[in-house]
């Protein structure tokens, strides 16, 4: 995440930086994200021996994964395909690798609820390899029309397969936790049922895509996003009666928004584009949604309550941490979500790299804030610690002080309306200097025509005042160019030579 925030930053200047700032966050923070958390889900859910897949054998696929990345990364920026190769192939064993153990894990362990999320996992296993094979290809340099195809494929394997399928398994029983009220009576039973669905579709997609089937593969996106409904529906149904209080719930909540209105994206292209090479051209914003409104916010937001809740320690020291990742977040939250939505309208481009500016500085804010937390947690764990060495009560395990009878303790809410203020007067001061940088782009410049009213001349006196107005099928110099106006063919910014005829 850190080095994506920095490549932002220096992007003009590097060939393929849009290619990198995607994979460094998808490829990089996310995928390592999943293989950590899935392995972690399962051991909570399953509860297996733990010799069944010791750390040192985690260890060794987060750092073979590590090592694809990297040589990934090097590989499709610099067109060496032989590298690509060896890095798509390492990144593929390590995440086969992690599917094979945690299908280890689910038949070791004792029939129980919830089991479908390791379901989940492992289909999300079987996509990435697929994914990394796609994206091999690509590299190659194929022709627009196969480019465009192998494209769609690829992203939808990843975003939707790896990705997706990973994000809703967890979030069947993360997302009631994150909101603290108890787990719908249907989300397990939905999510069961979602799962052949969200899978077969995706299949469909990708054989469709692959075979220049184009209506297939829009019947099998608008299937994906039917099942992805089925299974929200009862699964995020908490958040009616328990709205987030606290960043983390907010951030995933807002980052499932981005990624419904990407598929809607990508359904869209493909019901209006008439050629594979022309849907390819338009996927950058798709990108934009997909990276900065899906990813980072789903990454920053589930680690957010995830690190503190890990960490331990009791109620004192879990919220320590938490309190430092609940800093600023109305602010956060309107700067990146906000800030992303003028970026992907047609403003200015000026307008559209100060208020980028703002959205990479409200995601990257998060690391400085990590940081914090972990050091507030270990000091809290210590100071609990230490109290109850000496046989007091620790600061904090007792309620909330102002709370109403039999209401739940909680953490102060995230929602502040002075941030808000804040936040929306920061992004009208970016609107502002964008257009003062380049108020032409705007349009709010002088045009041709305002520049030659002010000059005080008219057609009929043949320019400035003073002038005399050149005889009639005379050849008059060009204001804009060196060459003559009556030449062929006609400058396009030249004055009408009609002008002076007529007059």
């Not at 790896?162 to 909101?179: A, C, E």
């Not at 798709?286 to 900065?292: L, P």
């Not at 937390?373 to 395990?397: L, M, Q, S, W």
Request: charged share 10%.
């Amino acid at each position: 995440m850190t080095l994506a925030v920095l490549l932002t930053l220096v992007h003009p200047f590097l060939p393929g930086s849009r290619w990198l700032m995607v994979h460094l966050v998808l490829l990089g923070a996310l995928t390592h994200s999943i293989m950590v958390w899935s392995t972690h889900f399962t051991q909570a859910l399953l509860k297996t021996r733990p010799g069944l897949d010791d750390r040192r054998d985690q260890s060794r696929r987060l750092t073979l994964l590590l090592v694809g990345t990297t040589v990934t990364l090097v590989g499709v920026p610099t067109s060496t395909w032989e590298v690509t190769v060896v890095g798509a192939s390492l990144v593929s064993v390590a995440v086969g690798w992690h599917g094979v153990q945690l299908w280890r894990r689910l038949r070791a362990a004792l029939p129980g609820r919830f089991r479908v999320t390791v379901r989940y996992y492992l289909a999300a296993a079987v996509c990435l390899p697929v994914g990394a094979a796609l994206g091999a290809t690509l590299a190659l340099g194929l022709g627009d029309a196969l480019h465009g195809r192998f494209l769609l494929a690829h992203i939808t394997v990843n975003v939707l397969g790896w990705v997706g399928l990973t994000v809703t398994g967890t979030l069947l029983t993360l997302w009631p936790t994150m909101l603290r009220t108890p787990i719908g009576p249907r989300a397990e039973q939905r999510a069961r049922q979602a799962l052949p669905g969200l899978a077969g579709a995706l299949g469909v997609l990708v054989l469709a895509s692959l075979a220049d089937l184009r209506w297939v593969t829009l019947a099998a996106l608008a299937g994906y996003a039917l099942a992805l409904l089925w299974w929200a529906s009862a699964t995020l149904a908490p958040v009616r009666t328990a709205p987030p209080r606290e960043f983390a719930p907010a951030s995933v909540g807002l980052a499932l928004l981005w990624w419904l209105l990407g598929i809607g994206l990508v359904l869209w292209r493909l019901a209006t584009t008439s050629t594979w090479a022309e849907f390819a051209q338009g996927i950058g914003t798709v990108s934009a949604v997909v990276v900065v409104g899906f990813a980072a916010q789903l990454l920053t937001g589930a680690l957010s309550y995830l690190i503190p809740s890990v960490m331990g320690g009791g109620k004192t020291v879990v919220r320590a941490g938490q309190a430092w990742f609940d800093r600023w977040g109305t602010a956060r939250l309107v700067l990146i979500n906000v800030g992303l939505a003028l970026c992907l309208l047609p403003v200015p481009s000026w307008v559209r790299v100060v208020v980028s500016v703002l959205v990479l500085a409200a995601l990257a804010v998060f690391v400085p804030l990590m940081v914090g937390a972990i050091r507030a947690t270990v000091r809290a764990k210590r100071e609990v610690e230490g109290a109850r060495a000496r046989g007091e009560r620790p600061a904090g395990a007792t309620p909330t002080p102002g709370l109403a009878a039999g209401a739940a303790d909680r953490l102060p809410s995230v929602w502040s309306g002075g941030q808000l203020v804040a936040a929306v007067s920061a992004l009208l001061l970016a609107v502002s200097v964008g257009v003062a940088v380049d108020p032409a782009a705007a349009g709010l410049g002088p045009t041709a025509s305002g520049t030659a009213a002010g000059t005080g001349g008219t057609a009929g006196s043949g320019g400035a005042a003073g002038q005399v107005a050149p005889p009639p099928g005379a050849r008059r110099p060009c204001r804009w160019r060196r060459s003559a106006c009556g030449s062929s063919p006609r400058p396009s910014r030249c004055p009408s030579a009609t002008a002076s005829s007529s007059s």
